[in-house]
Nanobody
Framework: QVQLVDSGGGLVQAGGSLRLSCAAS????????MGWYRQAPGKQRELVAR???????NYADSVKGRFTISRTNARNTVYLQMNSLKPEDTAVYYC???????????????WGQGTQVTVSS
């Protein structure tokens, strides 16, 4: 069994910063891609950023230059440093990871429970 626990959301004024964290635990053999998605009210869930095991990263155009994704492989943890936050960044942020489990050796995509980020103007 695999679990992702994300945290770090909150209420911040425009221009402020937050750091999200997500730790994966359980029957983990290896992790490939880790990333963050977000979903605002009435909108579809969208990719914010992702990082593969080798360190390559991808960002949504709307967050480039403001957000930074990183990971610590030893701790199976991914972070999202969010700077210069804007009201339009308000959403529930979900971490996700592509994980190979021990035992069966199968790959699957797992999701955290989500953490609310609210940016006031």
């Amino acid at each position: 069994q695999v679990q992702l626990v994300d945290s770090g959301g909150g209420l911040v004024q425009a221009g402020g910063s937050l750091r999200l964290s997500c730790a994966a635990s359980g029957s983990i053999s290896s992790i490939n891609v880790m990333g963050w998605y977000r979903q605002a009210p009435g909108k579809q869930r969208e990719l914010v950023a992702r990082i593969i095991s080798g360190g390559n990263t991808n960002y949504a155009d709307s967050v480039k230059g403001r957000f930074t994704i990183s990971r610590t492989n030893a701790r199976n943890t991914v972070y999202l440093q969010m700077n210069s936050l804007k009201p339009e960044d308000t959403a529930v942020y979900y971490c996700t990871a592509s994980i190979r489990t021990t035992g069966s050796g199968s790959w699957g995509d797992y999701w955290g429970q989500g953490t609310q980020v609210t940016v006031s103007s």
